[in-house]
């Protein structure tokens, strides 16, 4: 079975640029989540979607960050300007959500962006 | 508001010894608490939950966690430790209510031949 699958794996953008990330989840799972992940923290959820509805992106700061889940299936985080303190990992993790809160999340090997 | 706390940086274990990493967290109602295991240039990978029922759970590679409701705390065990335990842990918590986890700063783990 495939896992999460993002691209790039790495990412050096001078300040104000544009950059996306991609996440393809895997097969079968409706939820899809976005995290950023500070060097020594835990990661910290942006967006979280069921299918094709975000139904949390009360921590994604909009007016730079986007994101959209195409027909429910892959993402697309964007920023747009990039600010130094963006440089981050971003994480993306899927699951099969059934109400209940207990599943298991499977993450993506992450995007390593460096804001110059 | 809910958190969890991870009190040590990083442990130290000579391999073959048991390891222990500690996990604290705050809900408002009754917690899922998880431990997610991160190895170097690779995604954070489940180890284990506790939901309900007995207190001590068993997950992957020889791992096993004790609920504790008293000293709200989720720590993380093995009886042997292994150079190939080395990595980051993360403990993660969610109340009932809240589908939002809550993440640990995460606890460095060494393990020494």
């Known amino acids: 079975e495939a896992g999460v699958v993002q691209s790039p794996r790495y990412k050096i953008i001078e300040k104000k640029q544009p950059v996306a990330f991609w996440c393809n989840p895997i097969s079968g799972h409706n939820t899809l989540y976005w995290y950023r992940q500070n060097l020594g923290q835990g990661p910290e959820l942006l967006i979280r979607y069921e299918n094709e509805e975000a139904v949390d992106d009360s921590q994604l700061p909009k007016d730079r960050f986007s994101a959209e889940r195409l027909k429910g299936v892959d993402s697309t985080l964007k920023i747009q300007p990039a600010e130094l303190g963006d440089s981050a990992v971003y994480l993306c993790?899927?699951?099969?959500?059934?109400?209940?809160?207990?599943?298991?999340?499977?993450f993506g090997s992450g995007t390593q962006l460096s804001v110059l | 508001a809910q958190s969890v706390a991870q009190p040590e940086d990083q442990v130290n274990v000579a391999e073959g010894n048991p390891l222990t990493v500690k996990c604290t967290y705050s809900?408002?109602?009754?917690?899922?608490l998880f431990w997610y295991v991160q190895y170097p240039n690779r995604g954070l990978q489940f180890l284990l939950k506790?939901?309900?029922?007995d207190n001590l759970v068993k997950g992957s590679y020889g791992f096993e966690a004790e609920f504790n409701k008293s000293q709200t705390s989720f720590h993380l065990k093995k009886p042997s430790a292994l150079v190939s335990d080395s990595a980051l842990y993360f403990c993660a918590v969610r109340d009932g209510s809240n589908y939002q986890l809550i993440w640990g700063a995460g606890t460095k783990l060494i393990i020494k031949p």
């Open positions: 809900v408002s109602g009754n917690p899922y």
């Open positions: 993790a899927s699951s099969f959500f059934q109400g209940a809160g207990d599943e298991k999340l499977f």
């Open positions: 506790y939901i309900t029922g």
